[in-house]
Every structure is written in structure tokens, then in C-alpha cells.
């Protein structure tokens, strides 16, 4: 029972590392710069319809066919992503759904029942399966770099840091020359 637990906990990190790597391996240092080129485009028309700045929707909707093609290239490549996850997976999760069938692999604490995981307390292939993967599979992202929603990271530190935050640092930086 432990040894196949073990070996199903190893075959989903295999799974996982497979799938990330597809991520790291398609998603590039520029797609990283087109997401955010987006995601900051979209906070700045949110922010200007809230205020019903009409100048500034002018302004961002001539822009607006430029960042639906590169959106469009962003979520082409997610869906090959997507795809080659998916092929792995349907690969080799029925392989080895028909080599552990309906096999009980462990228990789980009374009251711990867990929809589609647990049933009545016992822990069966797919209940393992499915806790293997996701217990993994955000240190395995971690481990190649990419973020939470497996986007490449932009290595943190000044690249991910706001205007308004730097403006403050800057402005903290001066108050204390000023006290000297």
C-alpha cells in the first residue's frame, strides 16, 4: 500500500514537471513582457472608466486592436499548453486507473471526507492521484520559475514593483536626507 502510494506520488510529480516544463518551454521572456503589457493596459482602462475619464478612454482605445493581437498570441500559446497537458495526462492517467482499477490505497481521519477524493474514509487511486498532483505540483513551479497561474516570473524585486511604490520609496528617501 505505501509503495504504491509512493509510486503514484512520483508518476504525479513526473506528470507535473512534464506539464511545467511545456509551460517554461513555450512561454518566453517576451510573452512575460506582452502579459504585462496587457494586464496593465486593462488596469488603466478600468481605472479610467471608473473615473469616467473619457480623454484617457479615447487614448487607450486606439489601442485597443494592438492589445487584442497580442492577447490573442498570449492565449494561443496557452492553449498549446494546455493541449500537450492534456495529452499527457489522458495518457497516462487511464493507464494507470486500469493497472490500479479500484484498488484502496489508505485511510483518511474519521470526518475527513473529501468529494470526488475520499469515499467513506477509505482513499483509492484516483483520491491519491488527485492529492499527489496538487501537493506537488506548486513546488515544481516554483522550482522552474513560474508564477502561480504558471506564467513566468519576472524575477521579482524592481520589475514587479508599482509607479506609485517607487514614488514613495523615492519620496521616503529624500524625508530621510532631509533629517541628516
Known amino acids: 500500500m505505501f509503495l ?3 509510486l503514484l506520488s512520483s508518476l504525479a510529480a513526473a506528470i507535473s514537471a512534464a ?3 511545456i509551460r517554461k ?7 512575460l513582457a506582452k502579459i504585462a503589457e496587457i494586464q496593465s493596459y486593462n488596469r488603466e482602462l478600468m481605472t479610467a472608466t471608473r473615473k469616467k ?3 484617457t478612454i479615447q487614448k487607450l482605445q486606439k489601442k485597443q486592436d494592438y492589445i487584442r493581437q497580442i492577447n490573442a498570441e498570449v492565449t494561443k500559446k496557452n492553449m498549446i499548453t494546455m493541449f ?17 482499477g479500484t484498488q484502496m490505497l489508505g485511510y483518511v481521519p474519521a470526518g475527513l471526507d473529501i468529494p470526488f477524493v475520499t469515499d467513506s474514509g477509505k482513499l483509492y487511486f484516483y483520491g491519491w492521484f ?3 498532483f496538487f501537493g506537488v505540483s506548486s513546488p515544481i513551479t516554483k522550482i522552474f520559475g513560474l508564477g502561480l497561474a504558471g506564467m513566468p516570473t519576472a524575477g521579482g524585486g524592481e520589475d514587479e514593483k508599482k509607479a506609485e511604490d517607487k514614488k514613495q520609496e523615492e519620496k521616503a528617501g529624500k524625508d530621510t536626507e532631509r533629517r541628516k
Do not use: C, H, N, R
Open 130 to 132: 488527485i492529492l499527489s
Open 19 to 21: 506539464t511545467t516544463a
Open 84 to 100: 500537450a497537458s492534456l495529452l499527457i495526462f489522458f495518457t497516462i492517467y487511464p493507464t494507470l486507473g486500469g493497472f490500479f
Open 53 to 55: 475619464d473619457q480623454k
Open 4 to 6: 504504491d502510494m509512493l
Open 25 to 31: 518551454i513555450v512561454f518566453k521572456k517576451e510573452d
